[in-house]
């Protein structure tokens, strides 16, 4: 991989992600990236240039799942979360539900992403997404009684102004929207979920009858929520660069949903 990225003019992979994600801004999109677990300095490297970052803390448990060569650590992960807050990056993070943890450890995941939030206000929604069978997992899926009361859990322990989200392409979202759900996060029709790809997304017309059925208007949202825009009249705050913010209001749909946010509208997918 190393030597594919010199052969770029690249000396590290968030050298070459900047220049992606300047790309991805010149082609009117705002990039939201998951590179994994940063340290500060790599993830300053990219900031300016990302309307909003995520990592799925997934569990702050060791468990069986997170072995292997592709081991993932909770304190990295923690860590990441906590390095965003620092820098001032509006951030999305998950548990992952059905991976081997317990009831508390997924009382403690959740706490932990609170704590981080109160601290730094970071953290923009919290994914409550079941484990899905794939290439990497075989050992199934949570019902939907546990899905129901993790959903619940997380609504009762995060702050109001975090929102809890569910995949619609994994979870059984109709019946979760009482429990607490109010974003259904990125749905694409021409793109496939890269990290599940054979779980496509539910058609728009789908999530509009059901959104509709839970008396839940479904509307589009920008990947960085509104209470971290900067006010009418500041081309940037803290959380948002002057590069992203230019970017929404150069684009005249973004534009128009940038005023609609900065008017008190509330906007709910992206």
Known sequence: MYGQLAEWGHDSIHTYLREV????????LLPHSNPGDQ?????AEVADVNASMGVMLETTAD??????PRRKTPR????????????????TTGVL?????????????????????????????????PVVDNERWSAGSPGLATMRRVVAMARFALPEEVSVQVPPNLAPVRDLLDCGVDDLGGVSPVTADHINPDYAWPALRELEDIADEAG?????RLPVYERFLPADGE???????????????????????????????SLAAD
Do not use: K
């Open 216 to 220: 839940v208007p479904l509307r589009e």
């Open 39 to 43: 340290t500060e300095e790599q993830m």
């Open 21 to 28: 994600c300047e790309s991805t801004l010149e082609e009117g």
């Open 97 to 129: 539900v059905g991976i081997g943890e317990t009831w508390r450890d997924r009382a403690e995941s959740l706490l932990a992403i609170r704590e981080l939030h109160e601290r730094y206000g970071h953290v923009q929604e919290v994914i409550v997404q």
């Open 76 to 91: 990295q992960r923690l860590n990441t979360i906590r390095t965003a807050g620092e820098l001032n990056v509006p951030f």
């Open 235 to 265: 081309s940037s705050n803290r959380w948002c660069s002057e590069r992203i913010a230019g970017a929404i209001r150069a684009d005249d749909d973004a534009g128009e949903r940038y005023r609609q946010v900065l008017a008190g509208e």
């Open 63 to 68: 468990v069986d799942a997170h072995a292997g």
